[in-house]
Structure formats: C-alpha cells, structure tokens
C-alpha cells in the first residue's frame, strides 16, 4: 500500500472521527476469483475511479466459495492459485486486498496475501475463527450473521480486540426474512457504530440476495442496488462492499446480485454527493 493509503485507513479505523476526513472506504471486486483476468479488470477500472475521488480502495476477492446452495456450485479455482491472483493484484496495484476465511487454518495462510481478513456472516460467532484472524494483525471485517442483532455484534468485535488488534470493522449484511429473502434494518449501522466502536461497512450486494431458492442458486435484486446503498450513505456508514463484474451474467458466483462494472461509477458518485449533503 501507499503512505497514503495507510493513513487514510489507519485513520478510518480510528472511528469516530474519520467520517470528516474520509467519505467512505469501498470494499468492491467480483465474488469470486474465478479466472486469471477479470479480477485485473475490475481492480484497475475501480482503483482509477477511486484516485480520481479520494476514496480509499480495497480490492474484494473470495479465493473460495465454502457457503454454497449446492454442491454442484462453483467453488474456486484453487486456493493458492486465487491467492497468488489477489497478491498479484494487491503488488500490481499497490491497494490493500480483502478476502473471507472459513476455518481458523486458514488465517495465517490467507494473510500473506492480503491485509483483511473477513469473517462471512454466517461464521461470525465461531471464536476459533475470530481470534485466528485477529492474532494475524491483519485488519479484521466480521459480517453481521442474518440471525444476529446489531447490538450483538459488538461481542464478535471485542473477540479481535482481546486478541490485542484493534483493528477491526464490523458489516451489515441484512437479516433473514422468511425462508427465502433479507431485509436491510438500517437501525442497526448506527447501532453496531456505537455497541461496537468501530467503521461499518454496508454490504449492499449481498443484502439483496434471495437465498435457498429451489433452483439451488441463490437469487438477488440488483435493480435495488442504489436504493439500498443510498439509504446507507443517508445514515452514515463508513464504508461500501459492492460485488461488481463486467458481466456479472456470466460470473460463476452470485450472478444474480452483482453490479455491473460500467454501473460503478454512477452509483458512487451519487453517494458522494450524498456524504457531502450530510
């Protein structure tokens, strides 16, 4: 990373405080790696995007997909090549790189390429798997569980800071509503800022999923997608993670709910005039 970038996110981490500094961090790539070139594509389009406005940037990439409907879906084109992808870009492009773990093993490994460690939603009680990423001094983004209130989450943050990092940031993802849909409570972004002192991040793509479909693959509503982030920059997140590919049609992962790359601009533009008015 730049100087620069490690003052602006040594700097959002220390919240409060950053939100006057800095309009928000974005978190944005495809779901998956799932080849050698889009994950090049997306980072360059965005990263060139986020210099020109002052954005701190992370490069989004899961190396694998251990959450599927079913197990006929797309995993990942193996961990260490998807890894090597992500420090390739991370080297490339000179921007921090985030990425999900799913087992406590996997902490130290996924660290030597990235410089945050995500703990996905449905993970976020699992201590091992907590304190596994935090004792790795990586930065540490833990998703709000569907099934979880806003004010327990600040519990999953104080397990990375027993560990003795304080860096960590904490994602609302939505709650489960029924058997197959989410709904964004937004009550919970200043919640979760206040119980668990620290950025929040809104996760916008995955908030509009329609999970546990019948077809084993999961559904989304990307028409939505400026909706939610809007309402998201009305109250004051910290931060955006936006699943984006070029032709989120063909992508072998959450292709139901990705935003077009060619979309990406547009929208943050509009949430920055949105910070700006507030």
């Known amino acids: 990373m730049t100087h620069e970038m490690t003052q602006q996110l040594s700097q959002w981490l220390?919240?409060?405080?950053?939100?006057?500094?800095?309009?928000?961090?974005l978190m944005a790539g495809?779901?998956?790696?799932e080849d050698e070139e889009t994950p090049f594509e997306v980072a360059e389009t965005v990263l060139a995007f986020c210099q020109s406005h002052h954005?701190?940037?992370?490069f989004k990439g899961s190396y694998r997909k251990a959450n599927r409907s079913s197990g006929n879906s797309f995993k990942g084109i193996g961990d260490q090549k998807a890894l090597e992808i992500l420090g390739r870009i991370r080297a490339k492009y000179n921007v921090p790189v985030v990425t999900d773990i799913h087992e406590s093993h996997e902490a130290e490994m996924a660290a030597s390429y990235v410089d945050v460690l995500q703990i996905p939603a449905f993970l976020c009680r699992q201590t091992d798997l907590i304190e596994a990423a935090?004792?790795?001094?990586?930065?540490?983004?833990?998703?709000?569980?569907?099934?979880m209130s806003g004010e327990s989450m600040a519990f999953a943050a104080d397990k990375v800071r027993q560990m003795g990092n304080p860096k960590v940031a904490l994602t609302e993802r939505g709650n489960?509503?029924?058997y197959q849909d989410l709904v964004v409570d937004f009550r919970n972004i200043p919640i979760m800022q206040e119980q668990g002192k620290?950025?929040?991040i809104l996760d916008v793509t995955h908030a509009l999923q329609k999970p546990n479909q019948s077809s084993g693959v999961t559904g989304g509503q990307p028409a939505l997608i400026r909706l939610i982030a809007s309402a998201g920059a009305a109250v004051g997140v910290n931060g955006f993670f936006i699943e984006t590919h070029p032709e989120p049609a063909r992508a072998k992962s959450d292709a139901s709910n990705m935003l077009?790359?060619?979309?990406l601009p547009e929208l943050l533009e509009t949430l920055i005039r949105i910070h700006q008015a507030l």
């Not at 220390?14 to 961090?25: A, H, K, Q």
């Not at 935090?134 to 099934?147: C, D, E, L, M, Y």
């Not at 077009?260 to 979309?263: A, H, I, N, S, V």
């Open 14 to 25: 220390n919240w409060p405080g950053s939100e006057r500094n800095i309009p928000f961090v």
């Open 30 to 33: 495809p779901c998956a790696i």
């Open 55 to 58: 954005i701190p940037y992370i």
């Open 134 to 147: 935090a004792r790795t001094g990586k930065i540490v983004n833990i998703k709000k569980g569907q099934f």
């Open 176 to 178: 489960s509503f029924g």
């Open 198 to 200: 620290c950025p929040v």
């Open 260 to 263: 077009p790359l060619k979309q």
